[in-house]
């Protein structure tokens, strides 16, 4: 079982806002095994000495989609499925390469690539899934023309592939058994309509209460939970009134949505990446004008739904939402939060906060005894520059997930 001791530098513990001089940190396997600031004594352990740098845990992204390769949705109907699958490969190299050593999809990625990345097949970090996102008919991921009828594209197409559509409680009830059954380890709805959807207001409350309580009733008695794609106030506050644990996006967000996601502990996965790329990007790879007026709207009021969830004590992940050629723009993300947030706060909400979104606090998102060994080397303090945090990590001297390395320009 290898084993490493990293020593000297400086070290990011994300619940303190001060980096730590001195810390030295024990790895053996896949596991950290002691973290102290007086010298480790190991007779096995690989020597790194950080020199001039900073050792912290590795980010997480709470909302990505691998298998959303394309930036016009609709386009993924002339997309087979072994070409999905290879994009989905590429896409989470570069997510593990710029840093992320977790991420969480949100809808589309299945147990078949869960499964290559736990094997060791690619290179990936680790992954949480849920399987195909649930929409109503007519919601956010109901990807038909309207002159389509059934929503089942050819097997061999991607369309069907990330999404289905649930209808009344007993569909919506299958569905979610279905995906938790097929290895799903969340389960994600749309309840308001989305930028990227071309027949949905982005206004829209999608779902009646019933059937976001049947969701979330499933998915607690299955022993985990419901993640809602949600904009607006009034859908927000829908999806948490009727048990929805995490808001994703929730850029039009008022005080009184933010104050019940408060009191009910929901947690809230801004995006804002997403828009700004839209934004600069989008018309490129064919995002429509209905989709980019939609956009404008949701750009315009991100920073402040920062704002409305600090103030409320709403728990603030983080997460991209970037589709097919715009994910690398990932780690603008820490940049456009940098106008509402502090480094700090927005390291914590890529660590700490989606740790406990994905219920592995102790395991992911700091180097504690006993966490899996994700962690990286950063060349400065990212502490006073995220900027740090840029495509694919020229500033990451070391990283290393579940005790591999996967980058180690480094001498022992």
Avoid at 78 to 101: H, K, N, S, Y
């Amino acid at each position: 079982m290898p084993s490493f001791l990293f020593h000297n530098g400086r070290f990011l513990d994300p619940h303190s806002d001060e980096l730590l001089e001195g810390m030295e940190v024990l790895v053996e396997g896949n596991r950290v095994k002691d973290v102290s600031d007086r010298p480790i004594q190991s007779s096995s352990a690989v020597r790194i000495d950080i020199g001039d740098r900073t050792l912290m845990p590795g980010l997480i992204d709470a909302h990505v989609h691998i298998f959303l390769s394309e930036v016009n949705l609709t386009a993924l109907e002339d997309v087979p499925l072994t070409l999905l699958a290879a994009r989905g490969i590429a896409a989470l190299r570069d997510m593990l390469m710029r840093g992320f050593t977790t991420v969480r999809d949100v809808g589309g990625a299945d147990h078949g690539i869960k499964t290559a990345t736990e094997t060791g097949i690619v290179d990936s970090p680790r992954l949480f899934i849920a399987g195909k996102a649930i929409s109503q008919t007519g919601g956010h991921a109901d990807f038909r023309h309207k002159t389509q009828g059934a929503f089942e594209s050819p097997c061999s197409s991607a369309v069907s592939y990330t999404a289905r559509l649930a209808d009344g409680v007993p569909d919506v009830i299958r569905a979610v058994r279905d995906e938790l059954r097929k290895g799903a380890d969340h389960v994600k709805i749309m309840v308001s309509g989305g930028v990227a959807s071309q027949s949905d207001p982005l206004e829209s409350v999608q779902y009646r209460a019933d059937e976001i309580e049947a969701a979330c009733e499933e998915a607690t008695r299955w022993g985990t939970y419901t993640a809602a794609h949600a904009y607006t106030a009034a859908a927000i506050m829908h999806a948490v009134g009727a048990g929805v644990r995490t808001v994703e996006h929730g850029n039009l967000i008022d005080v009184e949505a933010a104050a019940l996601m408060a009191d009910r502990g929901a947690f809230l996965v801004p995006t804002l990446v997403a828009y700004d790329s839209l934004r600069r990007r989008g018309r490129d790879y064919g995002l429509t004008d209905y989709s980019l007026a939609k956009n404008e709207t949701v750009l315009d009021a991100g920073l402040r739904s920062l704002e409305l969830a600090r103030a409320a004590g709403v728990p603030i992940g983080f997460g991209s939402d970037l589709l097919g050629q715009l994910q690398n723009d990932q780690c603008r993300e820490f940049l456009i939060r940098r106008e509402a947030m502090s480094p700090q706060e927005i390291i914590r909400s890529a660590t700490l906060v989606n740790a406990r979104i994905l219920r592995r606090e102790g395991q992911l998102g700091e180097l504690v005894p006993g966490a899996f060994a994700d962690l990286l080397v950063v060349d400065g303090n990212p502490y006073e520059d995220v900027g740090l945090f840029a495509d694919l990590g020229p500033c990451l001297s070391i990283i290393m997930k579940d005790g591999c390395f996967h980058r180690n320009s480094l001498s022992s």
